[in-house]
């Protein structure tokens, strides 16, 4: 049982790692513009809430489980770099909303297209059960790391 932990906590780890390693480095490949990871993956949350007028700096900062003032810190790099833009709601001036400019959405495009990659990869000679039971199985295991 011990050699089992200690073999899933090796392999979860260096997937882990793997993962975000192969992603910075397509990223850097594909991007004319340098971008963090964490700053790309604020966009794509960005562009997720967007799709249904949701992009608000609350509803942004609790689906990436971060603090409206760490937000707001990561998002004025974002917006002095023209990946974003922030509009005041014209109901509640305490409200922005934050939209992605056209090099903000090449950047969530361009990280979709690695993403899409990346499940192709892992799912190109596996069976149609052995799809089924790894998303079973990884399904379970998303549990622990979400609240």
């Known amino acids: ?9 090796e392999i979860l780890v260096k997937i882990f790692n793997q993962i975000l390693f192969n992603e910075e480095r397509y990223l850097s490949k594909n991007l004319e513009d340098k971008i963090t990871l964490r700053s790309v993956h604020i966009l794509e949350a960005i562009s997720e809430l967007e799709a249904d007028n949701l992009s608000s700096m609350g509803n942004i900062a609790e689906k990436l489980n971060i603090t409206a003032g760490t937000l707001t810190t990561l998002l004025k790099k974002l917006e002095n770099d023209d990946f974003i833009v922030r509009k005041q709601s014209t109901t509640d001036k305490r409200k922005y909303f934050i939209n992605l400019t056209n090099k903000g959405k090449k950047v969530v495009k361009i990280h979709d297209k ?8 892992v799912t190109n000679n596996l069976s149609i059960k052995e799809e089924s039971d790894l998303v079973d199985l990884l399904s379970k295991i998303k549990y622990y790391f979400t609240d």
């Open 1 to 9: 049982m011990q050699f089992t932990k200690e073999m899933l906590n």
């Open 114 to 121: 690695y993403h899409a990659k990346m499940i192709d990869t």
